[in-house]
């Protein structure tokens, strides 16, 4: 989701994350199904100066190192797995090649691995 800053698109994800908990609430009532809750995990890319701080890095040893992204992402599948909870993950900041760059290359070496379905939102404002 792209759009200058302060036109809702931060309050639009919130606004669907509670409308799907409320929705998975609604129906654990209705037919006693089992109870999925879904949560947001706000997270401000340009919070730290340091991408690889952000996205995780490759270390001397050749190992991947979590960054703090990619230890959210990984959570996130853990709780989805034991708990039945979706993390829905939004990295709210003006869009910057940086930490787009980051994320796209930790995303698509598979340093971070998925092996359940998970929510993720892209929040991008656009300036200029």
Known sequence: MAGPPGTGKSSCISGLVE??????????????SQMHSH?????NPLGVSDPAL???KVNSSSDFE???????FRKANKEHSVHKMTTWICLDAPLHHGWAEFLSSAL???QVSYTHWFGFALLCSVIG
């Not at 929705?23 to 037919?31: A, G, Q, R, V």
């Not at 979590?66 to 959210?72: H, K």
Request: proline share 0%; aromatic share 10%; charged share 25%.
């Open 19 to 32: 409308t799907l908990s409320e929705c998975s609430l609604i129906k654990h009532k209705n037919t006693g």
């Open 39 to 43: 949560k947001l995990q706000r997270i």
């Open 108 to 110: 698509d070496k598979g």
């Open 54 to 56: 952000m996205f995780g």
């Open 66 to 72: 979590d960054g703090i992204f990619t230890a959210y």
